[in-house]
């Protein structure tokens, strides 16, 4: 039986890589949530746009793909007054999931930059710069840091000095190795 299970694989794409199929779910969900309570909930128009804009976006990682929908149109249903999801229950749940998916990787460069520091960030640099980070934190030395970060570019410089190069991109951050490893050298 698991060799005919195994014969036949697919890749089902995340909520997140098919904005299409959010609105038809958005509507489905509604309308689960009518027959579950018996009671008509609805979106006002521009509560709808809001939220459709949002969850179309690339600010949506919808880490828990349609159980998440589903549980984030349910709040909202749950909370409507006289069955209507206003542009304010949209905004609070939109800051609600967006809390929800700060990712963990974000603490990392919290406790090394100020705050003002982070908020310059270019999305681009942060999650480079916290990559970058957790394998320095993952490095027994700079040296060993350098190889892993710098592997696949090493082969066509003529110097290869990937603890300098490493070094001088901390340092476009004010972040010297013994902070990221947590230690003075």
Not at 17 to 43: G, K
Not at 60 to 81: K, P, Q
């Amino acid at each position: 039986m698991l060799a005919r299970i195994n014969h036949w694989t697919f890749r089902l794409p995340a909520l997140r890589d098919r904005p299409e199929d959010i609105e038809p779910n958005i509507d489905y969900e509604l309308e689960r949530h009518t027959q579950h309570s018996s009671a008509t909930v609805r979106f006002n128009a521009e509560a709808r746009r809001a939220f459709i804009r949002f969850a179309t976006s690339t600010e949506a990682l919808w880490t828990g793909n349609f159980r998440e929908l589903s549980a984030a149109i349910s709040r909202m249903a749950t909370l409507a007054d006289g069955g209507r999801i206003t542009e304010q229950l949209v905004m609070d749940e939109i800051a609600r999931l967006k809390e929800h998916w700060v990712e963990p990787s974000s603490d990392i460069l919290s406790s090394l930059l100020p705050s003002a520091t982070l908020e310059e960030l270019d999305a681009f640099d942060r999650l480079q710069l916290e990559s970058v980070v957790a394998v320095c934190r993952r490095s027994r030395s700079l040296a060993d840091a350098g190889r892993a970060l710098f592997s696949a570019s090493r082969s066509r410089r003529r110097t290869i000095n990937d603890s300098d190069r490493l070094r001088k991109y901390l340092a476009r951050f004010r972040l010297e190795w013994g902070e990221i490893i947590g230690r003075e050298e």
